[in-house]
Structure formats: C-alpha cells, structure tokens
C-alpha cells in the first residue's frame, strides 16, 4: 500500500514532534505537507524533513490523504470543519475546539456527512500506563474514587484559568470517562490561595471534583505552576483495593543517602510512547478507512465537561447535560 500523504497544520510544539514522529517512527506514512501561520516555522520543519510548505490550510487539505491538526485550540474547529468539507481523515490536537458550540459544529457535521473521519489527540488513551491501569480494574472491584494529579512547571501560553480546564483537565476529564466506561453527572471546583509563581488573576492550584451517572467520585488537582517537572498520576480506589499507575519506565537512581528518580520537564518526556502510538494507530486505521482513539463525540464531551467546570469556578456545582449520542458514534 502507498503510504499515507500526511498534511501537518502547525509546526509549532506538538506539530513539529507529531511530523518528526511521523517522517521517521511511523510506518505506512510520509509528511508530504506543512502549514504554519508562522511562515518561518513551517520553512525550517519542511526544509528538515523534504515536504512541502502549503500556502494556506485549504491547499495543504486538498493536496493530503489525512491531515494532523496542531494548531492553537481556538484554530481546531474550523480547520476541522474544512477537513471533513474536503472528506479528509483529520488526527486533530486537543481540544476539539474550547467551547461547545464550536466542538457541537464538528460533530453536527461529521452525523451530517454520515462518516466518522476525526479522531482527537486524546493520547493517554494509548499510554502503556493508563492501559494497564484500565485493563486492572476488573481485579479491584467496583471503583469508588479515582485520584487524578497533573502538574506543569510552568503556565504555557499564559494559560488563563478557562485553560486549565479546557486545555489542560480536559485529558482527565476525558481518560476518567475512558477508564470508567462512564459519563460525568455533576462537578464543582475548588481553589486555595496562589502560589508565588501564579500569574496575577490565575487560580491554580485547583481541585476539580466530578461524580459520575454511575456514582463514582473521579478528583483532579490541576497544578500549571508545580515548579518541579511534568507529572501525572492516577490512582483508582475499589471496593476489593487499589490501583495506582508507575510514571513510566524513568531510572531510580542512588546517591547522597536519597533514591530518586528523575522528572520530565514536559509532556513529551512523559508521554512520548503514547504519541508514538497514537499516530501509528491513527495511519493504520486511516489505511482501512476507520478512525482510531477518541472520536470527535468523546471530544465535544470533554469540552461540555470542561466548560461545566468553567462555569463552576464562579456559580459552584453544575450538573453536566449529556446530549443523547448520535447513531454515527454508538
Ligand atoms: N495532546 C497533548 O498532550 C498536547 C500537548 C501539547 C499541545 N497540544 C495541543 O496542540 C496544539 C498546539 O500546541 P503547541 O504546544 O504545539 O503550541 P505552539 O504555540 O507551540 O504551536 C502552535 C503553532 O500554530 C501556529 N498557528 C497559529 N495560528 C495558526 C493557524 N490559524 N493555522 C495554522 N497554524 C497556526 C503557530 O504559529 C505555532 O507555530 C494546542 O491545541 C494544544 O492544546 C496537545
């Protein structure tokens, strides 16, 4: 079979190792095409890799088989929107879009089009870690509580507290809903006082507490100005005990009468098999005409969830409104 003729849209961050990834990791694909608003950025990636710089979205869509969308999260709709026009397969970063109408458009065209061609960036779906943990739930018994811990070094883009939710919590709220086979039924958030390094106006930290249809407390602290290093940490409590994901396969080290191991300092470190993963299943099942991982439905959840949870860092507890599930996702 041919490989896969992939259009990257934004070389930026996630773009640029997700076209990496694909150019030199990823079977059944090539990186024919790049777009950045910011041309130079697009010039460099295009130059290390020999594909092409696109003019503009609409050219690289029509000149891909598939298309990654990595832009900025208020980008990902309408490029999406163009994708599914063009009937392109679209692997589209988190968050599908941050606000529900925006997401709400993605899905309405997609049932409309009568094909599912968006799988979001929700990688922890891929993760080794979070696999194990999901495949050892049955031996716990019934889950009572999950504890969520996910912390950054540092606020990326200025992240504003509306992004710690949509942005940022958007990967527990949708990997709970993905461990639990379960949707959310209420949430409310919590915030102390800032720490020194917390922009003016920002909260964080911030615990968010949601309950699920099915009764199941699931508890997120989301820390952007942990200092220290990337991490992310579940623990699941059952009935019958506990399970608690390893931070991945990182060296124990002994010295100075401490053992320790090292931190990453971005989600890249942590995360990067899941990456890897994620776009191998994506072109795999792109070359059977399927989508893989989160659709673009677990997508307009998880920004539903998170504008809820928007919501209740000023009004207190939402109830979160499920819409009934298009066929096209069941
Ligand atoms: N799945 C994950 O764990 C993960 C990790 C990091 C980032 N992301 C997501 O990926 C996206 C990009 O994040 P990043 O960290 O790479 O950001 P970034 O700022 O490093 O890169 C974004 C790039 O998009 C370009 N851009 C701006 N407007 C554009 C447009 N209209 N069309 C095309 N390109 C445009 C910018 O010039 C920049 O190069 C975000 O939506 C973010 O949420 C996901």
Same mark, same amino acid.
């Given at each position: 079979?041919?490989?896969?003729?992939?259009?990257?849209?934004?070389?930026?961050?996630?773009?640029?190792?997700?076209?990496?990834?694909?150019?030199?990791?990823?079977?059944?694909?090539?990186?024919?095409?790049?777009?950045?608003?910011?041309?130079?950025?697009?010039?460099?990636?295009?130059?290390?890799?020999?594909?092409?710089?696109?003019?503009?979205?609409?050219?690289?869509?029509?000149?891909?088989?598939?298309?990654?969308?990595?832009?900025?999260?208020?980008?990902?709709?309408?490029?999406?929107?163009?994708?599914?026009?063009?009937?392109?397969?679209?692997?589209?970063?988190?968050?599908?879009?941050?606000?529900?109408?925006?997401?709400?458009?993605?899905?309405?065209?997609?049932?409309?089009?009568?094909?599912?061609?968006?799988?979001?960036?929700?990688?922890?779906?891929?993760?080794?870690?979070?696999?194990?943990?999901?495949?050892?739930?049955?031996?716990?018994?019934?889950?009572?509580?999950?504890?969520?811990?996910?912390?950054?070094?540092?606020?990326?883009?200025?992240?504003?507290?509306?992004?710690?939710?949509?942005?940022?919590?958007?990967?527990?709220?949708?990997?709970?809903?993905? @461990? &639990?086979?379960?949707?959310? !039924?209420?949430?409310? %958030?919590? *915030?102390?006082?800032? +720490? #020194?390094?917390?922009? $003016?106006?920002?909260?964080?930290?911030?615990?968010?507490?949601?309950?699920?249809?099915?009764?199941?407390?699931?508890?997120?602290?989301?820390?952007?100005?942990?200092?220290?290093?990337?991490?992310?940490?579940?623990?699941?409590?059952?009935?019958?005990?506990?399970?608690?994901?390893?931070?991945?396969?990182?060296?124990?080290?002994?010295?100075?009468?401490?053992?320790?191991?090292?931190?990453?300092?971005?989600?890249?470190?942590?995360?990067?098999?899941?990456?890897?993963?994620?776009?191998?299943?994506?072109?795999?099942?792109?070359?059977?005409?399927?989508?893989?991982?989160?659709?673009?439905?677990?997508? @307009? &959840?998880?920004?539903?969830? !998170?504008?809820?949870? %928007?919501? *209740?860092?000023?009004? +207190? #507890?939402?109830?979160? $409104?499920?819409?009934?599930?298009?066929?096209?996702?069941?």
């Amino acid at each position: 079979m041919d490989p896969l003729r992939i259009g990257v849209i934004g070389t930026g961050n996630i773009g640029t190792a997700h076209a990496r990834s694909l150019a030199r990791e990823i079977s059944g694909a090539e990186v024919a095409w790049v777009y950045d608003a910011d041309p130079a950025r697009s010039t460099q990636l295009a130059d290390e890799l020999g594909a092409n710089v696109a003019p503009n979205v609409e050219q690289l869509i029509a000149s891909s088989d598939a298309v990654v969308i990595a832009s900025p999260d208020d980008r990902h709709a309408e490029q999406a929107l163009l994708c599914l026009d063009a009937q392109r397969p679209v692997l589209c970063e988190k968050p599908l879009a941050p606000t529900v109408a925006d997401a709400q458009a993605v899905v309405d065209a997609e049932v409309d089009l009568g094909l599912r061609l968006i799988s979001v960036g929700f990688m922890r779906r891929f993760d080794p870690g979070y696999a194990a943990l999901k495949e050892s739930l049955p031996g716990i018994g019934h889950a009572l509580i999950v504890h969520n811990v996910h912390r950054n070094e540092a606020a990326p883009y200025g992240l504003a507290t509306s992004m710690t939710m949509t942005n940022m919590a958007i990967h527990e709220f949708d990997i709970n809903r993905w @461990l &639990l086979d379960d949707d959310y !039924a209420t949430v409310q %958030v919590v *915030a102390g006082r800032p +720490g #020194p390094r917390t922009p $003016e106006g920002q909260l964080d930290p911030v615990l968010v507490l949601l309950i699920t249809r099915g009764g199941v407390i699931v508890e997120i602290e989301a820390f952007i100005n942990a200092a220290y290093g990337y991490e992310v940490r579940c623990e699941v409590v059952g009935s019958d005990g506990t399970v608690e994901m390893g931070d991945g396969a990182f060296l124990t080290r002994r010295s100075g009468r401490a053992i320790g191991h090292d931190v990453p300092a971005l989600w890249l470190g942590r995360f990067a098999d899941a990456y890897r993963r994620q776009l191998q299943a994506w072109v795999d099942a792109t070359q059977r005409g399927r989508t893989s991982g989160a659709t673009a439905w677990d997508g @307009l &959840l998880a920004t539903i969830t !998170a504008n809820a949870a %928007v919501t *209740a860092v000023t009004a +207190g #507890p939402q109830a979160i $409104e499920t819409p009934e599930v298009p066929a096209l996702y069941r």
